[in-house]
């Protein structure tokens, strides 16, 4: 599919991230109507002719007119959140820096963790495979503080806050 043949079923809405019907789908819905479903992972996907495709995919392809290399990165880290400023194109790397926090880290703060021989937090950031100890603090707060700047340092744009 292209984004002529892709403007001539959908309606895409960049201020929210929308899809509607140009055109009577099958049972897909009416013209006008929002179309699209959310994916087990939060993501919202579009069937067309038998393939499924996600949507943030397809306003790139939409709003640029190709499809996009690499991938697209959700800026707030809301992958329901397809508004066209909310997108952008990110390699693997810079898509995971900007990760939500894991439910298993138990600061609930990123790059931070307790280490309970030194009764200390500790901060610590990723660059590639190579993890680069940034302290330890009597706080997680501290910690984190110590992280996040040395995110923004090393990821830029890309640094989750």
Same mark, same amino acid.
């Given at each position: 599919?292209?984004?002529?043949?892709?403007?001539?079923?959908?309606?895409?809405?960049?201020?929210?991230?929308?899809?509607?019907?140009?055109?009577?789908?099958?049972?897909? =819905?009416?013209? +006008?109507?929002?179309?699209?479903?959310?994916? !087990?992972?939060? @993501?919202?996907? $579009? *069937?067309?002719?038998? %393939?499924?495709?996600?949507?943030?995919?397809?306003?790139?392809?939409?709003?640029?007119?190709?499809?996009?290399?690499?991938?697209?990165?959700?800026?707030?880290?809301?992958?329901?959140?397809?508004?066209?400023?909310?997108?952008?194109?990110?390699?693997?790397?810079?898509?995971?820096?900007?990760?939500?926090?894991?439910?298993?880290?138990?600061? =609930?703060?990123? +790059?931070?963790?307790?280490?309970?021989?030194? !009764?200390?937090? @500790?901060?610590? $950031? *990723?660059?590639?495979? %190579?993890?680069?100890?940034?302290?330890?603090?009597?706080?997680?707060?501290?910690?984190?503080?110590?992280?996040?700047?040395?995110?923004?340092?090393?990821?830029?744009?890309?640094?989750?806050?």
């Amino acid at each position: 599919m292209d984004a002529d043949q892709l403007r001539g079923l959908l309606i895409y809405e960049p201020d929210t991230g929308v899809f509607r019907n140009r055109v009577q789908r099958g049972n897909r =819905g009416n013209i +006008g109507e929002i179309t699209g479903c959310p994916s !087990g992972d939060g @993501r919202k996907q $579009i *069937r067309i002719n038998g %393939k499924v495709y996600r949507t943030y995919r397809l306003a790139w392809l939409y709003m640029t007119g190709e499809w996009p290399k690499g991938e697209i990165d959700h800026k707030d880290r809301d992958p329901g959140n397809d508004r066209w400023e909310n997108l952008r194109k990110a390699t693997r790397v810079e898509n995971m820096r900007n990760a939500r926090i894991l439910k298993n880290m138990s600061s =609930g703060l990123k +790059g931070v963790s307790f280490i309970t021989a030194r !009764g200390k937090w @500790r901060a610590e $950031i *990723r660059v590639g495979s %190579k993890a680069h100890h940034l302290g330890y603090f009597l706080n997680r707060e501290e910690a984190h503080a110590a992280y996040m700047q040395a995110a923004d340092r090393l990821f830029g744009e890309f640094a989750a806050k």
